[in-house]
């Protein structure tokens, strides 16, 4: 097998080739850390490659999981990773290495990954941008004057431009989401409690973050969440799993669906031209596709869900703060924080803990408002973003002028309809549909019910089939190197 190869299968694709014997997972660690080194320092988004330890993890044998042999990287972000390096963007946790695997990380092993890196994350995860202090911007393969989005950006860009097929992800607000649409992926954010948080975390975000993963196709995202998702022992909650395992539910037709649509986010901020085109573009999509499409959407008050969003995100920052400098060592501090992190750990510093238990009861509130309406309608359709992906530097999270809410109002003007869903729990997933004139790619973000993972992935299958994109390839991607063979 040689790089170009390498670089056009899916996760799955590359698990039948270790399993018919041909390829090894040697081989295919080889050609993805090649990718790296070759494509690394125009995106900057892998952090630390891990060829040996990978090696080393292949030769004390692998479990027959559905990826096995596949090349995998971690994001520098809540996820617990034995011995690997561990920094969550922040100069104040560089040089971390934790000494045990979070359940998930277990998980994603035994489903057969091999880690062959980790990747970049803005500071704490705050940032729809991925380009933290610590590590510089990481940009877009798609034009590398742009973003590939956050806070999961370091993995999208990876996984956008061939370096490794599947990359773990997180998603507080969009982070799963924003950057698959600015990127060219599939990223799906779970239902609430889906993928295990422990033992080392109960609710991230006090329930508004989900761990998952960002993938090239729906199979991949279905058999993954087969993999990996379903409680740990002792979680605090988890969401009724389904009677059959995704990756067979895919295989059936969805069903007709009645599909609610908007364009318009509830914070009232202006959505880009070529999105709405793309968004007007997929509803006819639908309907060319037998779905039931009705131009609608939830209602809330707007002003007490931004404000919870700001308290919740505050005072989980001020945890995270102390909890990393007690780790570390180091002293907190406006010289190791940057500038809008460091308004936010302040903003939650002085926060009392009953503004924080009304954030919480907000969102509960907002939760059933929305519930209700997806009383009416099986999906919700809208652009991911109101914008295509930002110029580096539009989203700098080290600006000294900006305070914290005017930071969490910046992130979410750029990304108004993805944080709504976090605060819901509903399972929520974007799909590479469209692209623009300049080549930039544009999410369309679909919603299901709670715990109703199924609808979305067999409507996102039949998209898929109807729409392909997997072979849509960036200016910057493996496929375009020479093709040496090993």
């Known amino acids: ?155 999208a860009a990876a996984i956008a431009s061939g370096m490794v097929p599947v990359g773990h992800a997180n998603d507080g607000g969009g982070s799963i989401r924003i950057p698959a649409s600015c990127s060219g992926l599939v990223g799906l954010k779970p239902t609430r409690g889906r993928i295990p948080a422990g033992p080392y975390n109960s609710e991230p975000l006090n329930g508004i973050a989900i761990e998952f993963a960002l993938t090239k196709t729906v199979r991949d995202t279905a058999y993954l969440l087969d993999a990996v998702s379903g409680p740990d022992i002792g979680c605090y909650g988890w969401p009724e799993s389904p009677s059959e395992e995704y990756k067979k539910i895919i295989e059936r037709p969805v069903k007709p669906l009645k599909i609610a649509w908007t364009g318009r986010p509830a914070s009232g901020v202006p959505v880009d031209e070529e999105c709405l085109m793309a968004l007007h573009e997929t509803v006819q999509l639908c309907e060319d596709l037998g779905h039931i499409v009705v131009e609608d959407r939830p209602e809330y008050e707007v002003e007490p869900f931004s404000l919870a969003t700001l308290q919740i995100w505050t005072a989980n920052i001020y945890k995270m703060i102390n909890g990393v400098a007690k780790a570390s060592g180091k002293t907190p501090s406006d010289k190791n924080i940057e500038s809008a992190i460091w308004q936010c750990y302040l903003y939650g510093k002085e926060m009392k803990a009953s503004e924080l238990l009304d954030a919480i009861e907000i969102n509960a509130t907002v939760s059933r ?99 392909q994109w997997k072979d849509k390839k960036p200016a910057i991607h493996a496929s375009k190197l020479a093709k040496p063979t090993i």
């Not at 976090?422 to 399972?427: F, I, R, V, Y």
Request: proline content about 7%; cysteine-free; aromatic content about 10%.
């Open 1 to 155: 097998m040689n790089i170009v190869e390498f670089s056009t299968y899916d996760g799955l694709g590359l698990a039948e080739l270790v399993k018919s014997k041909q390829v090894t997972p040697e081989e295919l660690v080889q050609l993805s850390v090649k990718a790296i080194k070759e494509l690394n320092p125009d995106l900057n988004a892998v952090v630390s490659i891990l060829e040996e330890e990978a090696i080393s993890e292949i030769e004390e044998g692998l479990p027959e999981g559905p990826f096995q042999g596949v090349p995998f990287v971690i994001k520098e972000l809540v996820l617990h990773a034995k011995n690997i390096p561990f920094s969550a963007g922040s100069r104040l946790a560089e040089g971390s290495v934790l000494p045990v695997d979070s359940e998930l990380m277990k998980r994603f092993r035994k489903a057969g990954f091999v880690t062959v890196g980790t990747t970049t994350t803005p500071e704490f995860g705050y940032n729809a941008a991925t380009e933290a202090v610590l590590y510089g911007p990481t940009r877009n393969p798609w034009n590398v004057n742009h973003s590939p989005g956050g806070s999961s950006g370091g993995s």
């Open 369 to 467: 408002q929305v519930g209700q309406f997806f009383s009416d309608y099986d999906v919700l359709l809208s652009p991911t973003m109101a914008a295509l992906p930002a110029k580096i530097g539009f989203l700098n999270a080290n600006n000294p002028s900006i305070d914290a809410k005017q930071w969490t109002e910046q992130i979410f003007t750029y990304a108004p309809f993805t944080n709504l869903f976090n605060a819901t729990g509903q399972p929520s997933i974007s799909l590479p549909l469209k692209w623009s004139a300049a080549g930039l790619p544009i999410g369309m973000q679909f919603t299901g019910r709670f715990a109703d993972e199924a609808t979305l992935l067999q409507l996102a299958t039949q998209l898929e089939k109807a729409h």
